[in-house]
Structures are given as structure tokens and as C-alpha cells.
């Protein structure tokens, strides 16, 4: 990939559209280097611009576009797979500063947002409105058009849907500079291709989001989650299919191991799930949360869930049916993330998704990894859609070096038996530039060329988040 480099001519255009908030060399912050896998390389942009309207992008990319120097989109930086990484240098576009709640239109149940809006801010201030934003991402500080890049999916995407699900309508600005409008407020539509639907997932490589208009639904009156105890992770993960067949319908469905709940909980310096259950040692946990609008159905379905897991081996079940139980009993699934970067070196992470009914069998294969390469394997994940979050962690005197060699090769085989076993290589935190090589091999040369023919329609120049997703960044 061949770009032409900054000069100090363009740097100047650049402060002269974006006065005050454009800065280059010296001036820029080093968290603009990376993003929250700082594993996966850290570059500085030439220039970063913290554009504050869809125009000043427009202006941006035009400029880009003419010159041939790449672009790279960011939100809030929190991504896990290298995406908003400048690996070739350019300009940076950030959103942060787009982050305005623009309108809420009660009629038809849906917002319209700037890119740069925080998934916690929307989901508190739609709770004001007495609406729900369904999607909830594990990373309450991303932003809404970094979620909507990645479809992001969450705890709740196993009854509600990810990301995509919810996007109605975008503001694009493409790589010509042109301002699109895809999509609108219509609840169905078959009119031709979606570029909505292509526009999620595509993790800034067609065209960067300025406004984004979103599905919200009413907020449910009640919730109650379940603490379900287990002697081990296998007879845990097993019992996850049956919850379903029993037509059981929960808001979130998480599993974890007893290791990585002790490490949550120290981290948090706080207890909340049983560790001994009537003498018998707990070594891992089912933890779900049920919503609804009666307090009745919502006992009802604790009961019939108690006799379903009772009959497939659970220790007890512990109810959290207020809202500190509620927020106790989540905040260490919450941190889970935190714990293992604070008791590790370094850290390398996928995302797999495998069917449901693989996930016993395919994280007890995991686990047999550690043994083989010498690594710690740490793993929780979304039981309720198969999504496992598994990190490769370096411990120990290993060099970074070592371990880097190491964990590709736990990466390699890892997605591999994912795709043999009918999953795929990511589940909601894209591939950004990290895991383009395991992309290739898992779904072929066929559909990378269509990928990539899809990225040269948009984007002739290549000049959009260059080396991400469907294209190497050598």
C-alpha cells in the first residue's frame, strides 16, 4: 500500500477546518496510539482531527481523498482487535466530540444520536424516557458509532440482538466526501441492497458515520437475575442448551469458571458469589438475568428455571431480585476484563463464536492448549450465543517476544477448531487488523475477493482505515 506522507501544507488545511482541534506531532496524546489491545501495535497518526459535524468530516476525506493519504475513524479507542490502530500513518478522524443526543421520536420508538454519543449515556438518558436501548456491550464507554462499525453485541444480545439489529438509519460520509443518508425510520424494508446493514461491521473501511438513527423499545417494569452455582465448567455449559429447549426466554446468559470470578472479586475487593454450596466446592457459574413487566411471570420463570437446572446438576440458586442484589451480582461479570490485564503482563484475545451446544466441548479443548504452549488461558462468555471471550496471558519470566510466537499459535489453532466446529472467528469485536490472516483462512479466498470488491466500490483509493478487515496491512 503506497500513501503519500502529511506535510506540513496539509497539516495547516487541516487546522483550517477544524480550528483549535486539529494536532499533529507533539500535540497529540499518546492514547491515540492504540486502542485498548495495546498488543496489537501502537502507532502514532500524523495529524489527529476531533471533528465536531458531518461537513468538517466531509472537508477531511476530501482533502485525503485528493492527496492520497489514509483515514482512520475512532470513537472512544476501546476496541479489541487493533481497528482504529494508524498502523500507516495518515489522519486521524475522532468523534469524541460528536456526542450529542440530537432527538428522540416517541411515535415511531427511536433516537437519533452523533456518532460520538457514550453507550452509557444513551442507555441512561433512554431510561428517563421510560426506553431501553437493548445492546450492551460489555464496554459501557465505547461510543454508539464505534458499537455500531464493530456490531457489538453484549450480555443481552441472546433474547434482544446485536447491534445491527437496531440500527434504523446512518449519515455516512464516503471516501469521496460525498454525505449519504442510508436507511430510515421504518421498521421493514425491501428496497433494494442494505447499506445499513453493510455499514455495521465494516469498522470505518466504507464510509464514516456521522448520525446514526436507533431502535429503542420500552423500558421493561421488572428484572430479576440468578446466581446458579455448579461443580464444573462442563456440567455448567451443558446445561445451557436445556434452559432453552424448556422455552425459557432470558434477557442475558453468562458462564465463568470459579478462577476468574475469584479474580474479579479480588480485584473489586468484594464476594458475591457462593463458593461451597452444602460442602460441595463450586467450580463454576451460570449468571442470568430475566426481564419482563409482571413480577409473576418473572417468579414463575425463576421457578420453572430452579427445576430445569436442579435436574441438570446445579448446586442451588441464589435470587437477586433488587437492584443492589442485582448490581452486586453483575459487577464482578463486569470487571472481568480488568482483573485478567491487572494480573497479567500482556494479553491476547479472541472472540470466537461456536454453536451452543460446542461450548463445553470446545473450551475444555482450550484449556488442553495451555499444557501444549506454555501460556495461562483465562475464559468467560455469552453461554446464551455461544460468544467466548478467551485471553492468552504471558506470566512468568517469558519474553514478549516468546509469547507473542506463542499465543499466535494458541490464535491459529483456536479459530480454527471454532470454524470446524461451525463457529466463527469473531462474535462482536471485529477483526480490525489483528485477525485478518485467521479471516482469510477460515472463510477462503472466494469471500475475501468479494469482501474486497465491496471495499474497492466504496473506496477506489483505498484511503479508509487501510489494512483492516478483508485487506493485510503489509
Known amino acids: 500500500m503506497e500513501f503519500n506522507k502529511v506535510t506540513p501544507e496539509i497539516v495547516e488545511q487541516l487546522k483550517a477546518i477544524a480550528p483549535g482541534r486539529a494536532f499533529a506531532g507533539d500535540e497529540i496524546n499518546e492514547d491515540y496510539a492504540h486502542d485498548e489491545m495495546r498488543f496489537y501495535g501502537q502507532k502514532l497518526p500524523d495529524v489527529v482531527v476531533e471533528v465536531v459535524s458531518a461537513e468538517e468530516v466531509s472537508a477531511i476525506v476530501k482533502l485525503a481523498n485528493e492527496k492520497n493519504i489514509p483515514i482512520i475513524p475512532r470513537g472512544a479507542g476501546t476496541g479489541l482487535a487493533g481497528g482504529a490502530v494508524a498502523k500507516l500513518g495518515g489522519i486521524m478522524i475522532s468523534t469524541v466530540r460528536m456526542n450529542h443526543i440530537k432527538s428522540y ?30 445492546p450492551d456491550p460489555g464496554e459501557k464507554f465505547a461510543t454508539l458509532g464505534g458499537n455500531v462499525s464493530t456490531n457489538a453485541g453484549g450480555m443481552r444480545a441472546v433474547k434482544y440482538g446485536s447491534t445491527r439489529d437496531y440500527v434504523r438509519a446512518m449519515q455516512v460520509v464516503l471516501p469521496t466526501g460525498e454525505i449519504v443518508n442510508f436507511g430510515s425510520k421504518v421498521p421493514k424494508t425491501s428496497s433494494g441492497y442494505s447499506f445499513v446493514q453493510l455499514m455495521c461491521g465494516s469498522e470505518g473501511t466504507l464510509g464514516i458515520i456521522t448520525e446514526l438513527t436507533l431502535k429503542l423499545i420500552p423500558m421493561p417494569k421488572e428484572f430479576v437475575s440468578l446466581i446458579i452455582p455448579f461443580e464444573d465448567l462442563e456440567t455448567c455449559i451443558a446445561t445451557v442448551p436445556q434452559i432453552f429447549l424448556n422455552k425459557l426466554e432470558p434477557q442475558a446468559l453468562e458462564f465463568m469458571g470459579r478462577d476468574i470470578v475469584e479474580m474479579s472479586e479480588k480485584y473489586l475487593e468484594k464476594e458475591n458469589f457462593p463458593k461451597v454450596v452444602d460442602g460441595v466446592e463450586a467450580g463454576a457459574y451460570l449468571l442470568m438475568t430475566y426481564d419482563g413487566n409482571d413480577r409473576d411471570q418473572l417468579d414463575a420463570l425463576c421457578e420453572q428455571t430452579s427445576e430445569v437446572v436442579f435436574e441438570n446438576g446445579a448446586l442451588d440458586v441464589f435470587v437477586a431480585d433488587t437492584p443492589d442484589k442485582r448490581r452486586d451480582a453483575w459487577a464482578a461479570r463486569s470487571q472481568f476484563l480488568e482483573s485478567i490485564q491487572a494480573a497479567t503482563d500482556e494479553l491476547d484475545e479472541c472472540d470466537v463464536v461456536v454453536p451452543r451446544d460446542k461450548i463445553a466441548e470446545y473450551f475444555n479443548w482450550v484449556l488442553t492448549l495451555q499444557e501444549k504452549y506454555n501460556v495461562v488461558i483465562r475464559g468467560f462468555g455469552h453461554a446464551g450465543d455461544g460468544n467466548l471471550h478467551i485471553y492468552a496471558c504471558k506470566e512468568g519470566d517469558m519474553s514478549l517476544e516468546e509469547f507473542a510466537e506463542k499465543s499466535d499459535l494458541v490464535m491459529e ?62
Open 105 to 134: 421520536d416517541l411515535g415511531n420508538l427511536t433516537v437519533t444520536v452523533e456518532p460520538g454519543v457514550l453507550l452509557n449515556d444513551l442507555a441512561a438518558d433512554a431510561e428517563k424516557q421510560g426506553l431501553m436501548y437493548p
Open 413 to 474: 489453532e483456536m479459530y480454527k477448531k471454532a470454524v470446524e466446529m461451525g463457529g466463527e472467528i469473531s462474535g462482536e469485536h471485529g477483526i480490525g487488523h489483528s485477525k485478518v490472516k485467521f479471516l482469510e483462512e477460515a472463510v477462503g479466498e472466494t469471500k475475501m475477493a468479494l469482501m474486497r470488491g465491496i471495499k474497492k466500490v466504496f473506496d477506489p483509493n483505498n484511503i479508509l482505515n487501510p489494512g483492516k478487515v478483508c485487506e493485510k496491512c503489509d
